[in-house]
């Protein structure tokens, strides 16, 4: 069964630092892009970052310089370390796989982590 589950959210104060993992089961992450996402209530979705299946990465200008995305194919882990945390990236964030590798149609989708941000 195809699955991807994060993991590492929680409730942290402005700041702070936060580290979401996006576990793949059911398939290798090895050949696919992945995505991080979040949405807000009341919110539309967001691209929040991106790293492709040779390294290349891409972020959302308001998260440049404060969140690093990276992968661990051997643990079929992607990370997505968040420093300097502003109240306002408080949201679910989620990530999704792209198997043809242009972070942009997705072919499978996680549930969710929650991320709150305040003091």
């Known amino acids: 069964q195809v699955q991807l589950v994060e993991s590492g959210g929680g409730l942290v104060q402005p700041g702070g630092s936060l580290r979401l993992s996006c576990l793949a089961s059911?398939?290798?992450?090895?050949?696919?892009?992945i995505g991080w996402f979040r949405q807000a209530p009341g919110k539309e979705r967001e691209g929040v970052s991106c790293?492709?299946?040779?390294?290349?990465?891409y972020y959302v200008d308001s998260v440049k310089g404060r969140f690093t995305i990276s992968r661990d194919n051997a643990k079929n882990t992607v990370y997505l370390q968040m420093n300097s945390l502003k109240p306002e990236d408080t949201a679910v964030y989620i990530c999704?796989?792209?198997?043809?590798?242009?972070?942009?149609?997705?072919?499978?989708w996680g549930q969710g982590t929650q991320v709150t941000v305040s003091s």
């Open positions: 999704a796989a792209d198997q043809a590798g242009w972070c942009n149609e997705y072919d499978y």
């Open positions: 059911g398939f290798s992450l090895e050949r696919y892009s």
């Open positions: 790293i492709t299946s040779d390294g290349s990465i």
